[in-house]
């Protein structure tokens, strides 16, 4: 399912409908409802969302697994947020070919070795 990036939402988000469907589908259980939390939305309003835990969540050749989600509304986007990309070492965007570029911190600490062997 595509999800729009958002890396001011503290949780992957996902519409009610879509939640809904996982639960019809065995994908997510009662056991996976986690609480709520307090949301701070862009216009300093604030939101009570439901959170439950993604099992795991799939981008590329990147698996995930225990991602916390939060119930957005019906029929709205599905939202990556932090509680996906801060499992990530470090994470970019490339305007130019228009991707996202996911480092583990294996992957960093790689390259920061290999930046001090090379003198760096």
Known sequence: MPFILDSGAADVQIPADVVATLERAGTISEEDFI?????????????????????????????????VASIGPVKGDLL??????????????????????LQSPDEDQRAIRGAQRLGG
Not at 40 to 64: C, M, P, W, Y
């Open 35 to 67: 609480g709520s939390q307090i949301y701070t939305l862009a216009d300093g309003s604030k939101l009570i969302g439901d959170q439950f835990r993604l099992r795991e969540v799939r981008l590329g050749n990147h698996v995930i697994p225990n991602v």
């Open 80 to 101: 990556l947020g932090q509680s996906f990309l801060s499992r990530f070492g470090t994470w970019a965007i490339d305007n130019t070919r228009r991707v996202l570029i």
